[in-house]
């Protein structure tokens, strides 16, 4: 199985919003909607719409880009969501009406795109769109050396009286790759929901940023603006395209 832009709405989009937690999702809207403060905002890989709706609610302009219809189906279901402007496609490559003055690519979706190349695309992207003076917030997991070394590892994830959801994940540390099984086991049988990701390290997401032409402005070890550290397990990390053009 390919794993494209479209997959990982094809397999999760119908229970998506039930089976994954709010988690950071007040505390990733409140540091976005600072940031933006009233400016043109553009979501990358928009979804269903958990992190834009509320930030539509706070008065804020927000388009999307998000690779599976089905997932876009679901944000038109919510109140407000048939309002928002979303193009369909590749969020590395796809052309949209800018500019924008703010861009977020949160959820660790950046790891979704699965070749460095596809990162380095996406970073292009991204500048092309922002204006002088603009944002590009991405958030992501710090990868877990221990777990590289190791190879593999199984963790259960969720535990109920009638079902259980268990994690496989075996990684490849040259192409620094996660191949993720997820099965879903409940009376009615076993699903099973594959995921792919190319991690990379903050340096070389900086790396990327740089050549496209942004600069790092902020990084914070969590949405609270925590301190980031050598022991920071994620990373939000705020890119700013020159105010000033040739």
């Not at 997959?7 to 998506?16: C, I, P, S, V």
């Not at 979704?112 to 996406?122: D, G």
């Not at 099984?181 to 903050?202: E, F, N």
Request: charged share 25%.
């Amino acid at each position: 199985m390919k794993f494209g832009p479209e997959t990982f709405g094809e397999l999760n989009a119908e229970d998506y919003d039930v089976l994954h937690d709010p988690g950071t999702t007040d505390e990733s809207v409140a540091l976005i909607s600072e940031i933006a403060a009233g400016g043109r905002v553009l979501e990358l890989a928009i979804g269903t719409g958990r992190v834009a709706l509320p930030l539509v609610a706070q008065g804020l302009e927000v388009h999307g880009i998000e690779g599976s219809p089905e997932m876009v189906a679901k944000l038109r279901e919510k109140p407000g969501g048939d309002a928002v402007p979303v193009v369909i496609g590749d969020f590395a490559d796809v052309a949209i009406e800018g500019p924008f003055d703010h861009v977020f690519l949160v959820f660790n979706t950046l790891f979704n795109l699965t070749t460095q190349a596809a990162q380095v695309r996406c970073f292009a992207n991204v500048a092309q769109r922002l204006k002088p003076g603009g944002t590009f917030l991405v958030e992501t997991f710090v990868p877990d050396e221990e777990k590289a070394r190791s190879g593999q590892n199984v963790r259960t994830m969720k535990v109920g009286f009638s079902s259980v959801w268990i994690e496989a994940a075996l990684h490849d540390r040259v192409g620094q790759r996660i191949d993720f099984q997820r099965m879903r086991i409940t009376q009615d049988g076993i699903r099973m929901v594959p995921l792919v990701m190319r991690y990379a390290w903050p340096a070389e997401i900086d790396l990327m940023a740089q050549l496209a032409g942004l600069r790092l402005k902020n990084r914070w070890g969590g949405w609270k603006r925590e301190p980031f550290t050598a022991e920071s397990g994620m990373h939000v990390s705020v890119y700013e395209k020159s105010a000033f053009t040739d």
